[in-house]
């Protein structure tokens, strides 16, 4: 039997910056935008700002109008990214099996390291405590025999949550919980399970394998393990799972191609200059659009080589970009997964050349900083409104 934990951290945006400022300790903070923000959008808030119904996505505007007395700020990715590295350099401390999901949550494989500690609880208040210790920052833990188990356990007693299931305890732990709950299960199948009575996985443990799978596929199948406690996924360890990226919410919304084109230009250039600074290459560039009613697409192609250059990462987001309807955008990113300090050349393309004329434009902005230097096409004259 497996042991698996899993670490989330509490409300992590807003513990950040309340360890960098004390002086908000004790009122609602909200990340996301200054309090005047027509447009920005929850991304965290602090447990005191849940307390009057904000929550994350939610838009500033709406945000202020329940807590107008809140602490509003614009979230700083970099900070964030870097407290990220050093929870993620703790964790390999416990196991050398992580896999990182976000930049706040991890799984770590103990197997095997069962008999280092007293209990399975003291193994989870080790990492809360390590965690704790050297970043001054809250994690809640769950530990099960398998991921799936898991992370519903570190979600179950949030903030500061502890919490073991061990084997024995699946069942009765399972039997209760609405449907909702399992991996996989969205408004969309949660309502077509309630169409046929299945509200509880105790409900759903009635239906056969088959009826089930008849039903909805191999989300069908997936549902009749996890309903069953079963999951066989394993931890993977990622050699590098960083990625740069880079979006951008503009101050109105957008439909114009050609601006857009423009800002994709422009971030494309940072994503390219900051792997080129970090020695990185990408292979699978990605980008984010989010329309004028929230609704949000991401859109990734992965290449057969790695890339650092500007020119690439633009020609691939460009072309995710084209195959999207547009209609009125509120943001746009661009980003780079994927990553490696190897360039993992294409026996069929050479980027060399192209990397050169990158670089050159780096080493020229490094000299002038104040009047960088940069392709033609992040130059656009915004429309008229
Ligand atoms: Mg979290």
């Known amino acids: 039997m497996a042991t698996i934990l899993h670490v989330d951290m509490d409300a992590f945006y807003a513990a950040v910056e309340l360890l960098d400022h004390p002086e908000y300790q004790g009122r609602p903070l909200i990340i996301g935008g200054y309090k005047d923000s027509h447009r920005g959008v929850v991304s965290t808030c602090s447990y005191e700002a849940r307390k009057y119904g904000v929550h994350s996505a939610m838009s500033i505007k709406r945000a202020v109008s329940l807590c107008p007395q809140g602490i509003f700020i614009p979230g700083r990715t970099e900070r964030y990214q870097q407290v990220s ?11 050398p099996q992580v896999e990182p999901l976000s930049i706040d949550e991890a799984f770590l494989d103990m197997s095997g390291c069962e008999h280092f500690y007293r209990s399975l609880e003291k193994m989870g208040q080790a990492v809360k405590d390590r965690i704790n210790q050297t970043t001054g920052l809250v994690a809640s833990v769950g530990i099960a025999p398998n991921k799936f188990l898991a992370k519903l356990a570190s979600d179950w007693k949030k903030p500061d949550g502890l919490m073991v299931i061990y084997p024995e305890q699946v069942d009765s732990f399972l039997l209760s919980l609405p449907v909702s709950k399992l991996w996989g299960v969205g408004e969309k199948t949660r309502r077509e399970l309630q169409r046929h009575g299945i509200r509880t996985v ?8 088959q009826w089930l799978e008849q039903q909805f ?19 993977e360890p990622m050699a590098d799972v960083k990625s740069i990226s880079q979006e951008q919410t503009f101050d109105t919304d957008y439909a114009d191609r050609g601006f857009l084109k423009s800002q994709l230009a422009l971030m494309a250039a940072k994503v390219g200059h900051r792997l080129r600074q970090q020695g990185l290459y990408t292979r699978t560039i990605g980008i984010k659009v989010r329309f004028s009613d929230f609704k ?6 992965t290449l057969d080589y790695g890339v650092c250059d500007d020119d690439i990462i ?9 195959a999207i309807p547009i209609t009125l955008i509120r943001l746009l990113g661009i980003g780079a997964y994927n990553l490696s300090e190897i360039q993992q050349l294409s026996l069929f393309e050479n980027t060399i050349e192209t990397n050169e004329l990158s670089t050159l434009i780096d080493k020229i902005n490094q000299k002038f900083p104040n009047s960088p230097l940069t392709k033609g096409r992040t130059l656009y004259k915004k429309p008229k409104r």
């Open 202 to 209: 105790k409900e759903l443990r009635i239906y056969p394998q």
């Open 85 to 95: 590295r050093e929870i993620h350099n703790l964790f390999t401390q416990f196991s």
């Open 314 to 322: 633009y020609k691939v987001g460009l072309q995710l970009l084209d």
């Open 296 to 301: 949000t697409i991401t859109r990734a192609h």
């Open 217 to 235: 596929g191999s989300l069908g199948n997936q549902l009749y393990y996890l309903a069953r406690g079963i999951d066989k996924r394993k931890v």
